[in-house]
């Protein structure tokens, strides 16, 4: 069988040139701030549950990283500016983690950046050739989950 028609082969080439263009891309964004790869996933974090109030602790348990990781690495975007620690308002124990305005600028830029990738990835193709690509995404991902359910 050839390389080019093995499912499993193809899609995984396509991950590895997908993540490859996504870092490319956010890469331009958070070095030129000075940010790490885990820096900017926690201002995700961040955004995405601004919500919410949310603590060191939730950083730790998200991502899985130690206590004085966390420590060392809001510290540091704190410095540069990118989150700031905040009194609870009925324990001043407790320090919400509140991101600046210089971090919703970057995360904002960052999903813009995304979304310019998301372009480039269906120029060309029609609407037609992105339902027929969703439709076989979905009965992939319905093939795997049986097997995962019977074999795993």
């Not at 310019?116 to 690509?133: A, I, R, W, Y």
Request: charged residues 30%.
């Amino acid at each position: 069988m050839e390389r080019k028609h093995i499912v499993g082969y193809e899609i995984h080439t396509l991950d590895n040139m997908l993540g490859r263009m996504i870092s490319a891309h956010q890469s331009k964004l958070t070095e030129k701030q000075g940010l790490t790869q885990m820096q900017s996933w926690i201002i995700d974090y961040l955004y995405k549950n601004r919500d919410k109030d949310l603590f060191q602790k939730d950083i730790e348990a998200q991502f899985r990283i130690a206590r004085s990781t966390a420590t060392g690495i809001l510290k540091l975007m704190e410095k540069k500016g990118f989150l700031t620690r905040e009194p609870h308002p009925t324990d001043a124990r407790l320090k919400r983690l509140v991101l600046t305005e210089k971090g919703i600028a970057l995360q904002l830029a960052i999903m813009h950046s995304l979304e310019e990738v998301e372009h480039k990835l269906k120029d060309g193709l029609t609407q037609e050739q992105l339902d027929s690509f969703f439709e076989v995404v979905h009965l992939i991902k319905q093939n795997i989950e049986l097997n995962i359910k019977y074999n795993g």
